[in-house]
């Protein structure tokens, strides 16, 4: 990996505290095949690129759990020599990633909650740094920590769904390393908008902002993430691995050193009774929706 990073505490601690069922504060039950098939890893026809596929039903939320798989699935691409690109996408039919597991935050369990904010910064280290050149192929919804795996990659490509950073309308704010590469991407007043009012973007206008690089038709997602991945890879890989360091390095080391005080600020933050409020009430919002 690029940017290495010591994880080793918070995610020994994940390891402990697993649970894959269980029912949440507002009474519904999630369950679901074991964390190690919610992320499976493919081989292209060529074998420099590779594909990570998210399939963890009904939303790909981010668990502490679904973190760690991810995490571990890039690192295991990347051991492997010969590998130099990785395609993230979704085996959902609509949804790329809803974002955060909302039941982590929502009545947290007070000790996991520190280990899953890590977990969580452990796959912004691992996605964000990693050395391999990276297509997000966002075949749907994308929205918050969604969107946080799709501002990850390099290059993105969108077929269908919503994507940005929607937090505010949880009575949230994303923190300040997710709200930066927000601003890096799109500019800083186009971001300011977008984050106060938690605007979620249709694929033309992400497109329009620069949130998305490419809009493809939903039967050419695969060849297109394929293609460029070829045209990533076709650059010489210590050229690119610099270029990653020179735009994002000192983003990564900014979280680096100040990791342990971000945890603190995210579990104050989550367990003020305003913010469990209002989850409770967003969370509620969502259930309810359907029906
Ligand atoms: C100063 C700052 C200090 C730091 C403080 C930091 C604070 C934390 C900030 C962290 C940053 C990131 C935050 C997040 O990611 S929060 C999550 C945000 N996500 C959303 O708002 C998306 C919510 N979901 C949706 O809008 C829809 O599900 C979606 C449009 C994605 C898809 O719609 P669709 O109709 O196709 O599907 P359903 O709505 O029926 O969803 C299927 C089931 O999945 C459940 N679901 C969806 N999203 C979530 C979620 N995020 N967490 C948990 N569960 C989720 C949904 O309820 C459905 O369940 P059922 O089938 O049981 O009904």
Redesign the pocket.
């Known amino acids: 990996m690029m940017f290495q990073q010591s994880s080793r505490s918070l995610l020994d601690a994940s390891k402990k505290s697993s649970s894959f069922r269980w029912t949440s504060s507002v009474g519904?039950t999630f369950s679901s095949r074991s964390p190690q098939d919610w992320v499976t890893t493919e081989e292209t026809d060529d074998p420099s690129i590779a594909i990570l596929k998210m399939n963890r039903a009904?939303?790909n939320?981010?668990s502490l759990e679904m973190c760690t798989e991810i995490s571990k699935a890039i690192k295991e691409l990347e051991s492997n020599k010969k590998t130099q690109a990785v395609i993230l996408t979704s085996s959902l039919p609509?949804?790329f990633s809803?974002?955060?597991?909302?039941?982590e935050?929502h009545n947290p369990d007070k000790d996991r909650l520190p280990a899953f904010w890590g977990a969580f910064q452990q796959l912004y280290f691992d996605l964000y740094g990693s050395r391999l050149a990276t297509i997000g192929a966002i075949n749907g919804?994308a929205?918050?920590?969604?969107c946080?795996l799709a501002l990850s990659c390099d290059y993105r490509i969108m077929s269908k769904g919503?994507i940005g950073l929607?937090?505010s309308?949880?009575g949230?704010?994303?923190?300040?390393w997710?709200g930066q590469q927000f601003i890096d991407t799109i500019g800083l007043r186009k971001a300011e908008l977008a984050l106060n009012m938690g605007t979620l973007f249709d694929t033309k206008a992400a497109l329009d902002i620069g949130l998305i690089d490419e809009i493809v038709g939903e039967d050419d997602v695969m060849d297109v993430a394929k293609t460029r991945a070829s045209q990533w890879v076709a650059i010489p890989a210590p050229a690119r691995v610099a270029c990653k360091e020179l735009t994002r390095g000192r983003q990564l080391n900014e979280l680096k050193e100040n990791r342990k005080q971000d945890v603190d600020?995210?579990c104050s933050?989550?367990n003020q009774e305003a913010m469990q409020r209002n989850l409770g009430f967003y969370f509620e919002q969502?259930?309810k929706?359907?029906k």
């Open positions: 519904r009904p939303a939320t981010l609509t949804i809803a974002g955060l597991d909302l039941t935050l919804h929205p918050a920590a969604g946080m919503n929607n937090e309308k949880l949230i704010c994303a923190p300040p997710l600020h995210f933050f989550v969502l259930a929706r359907k």
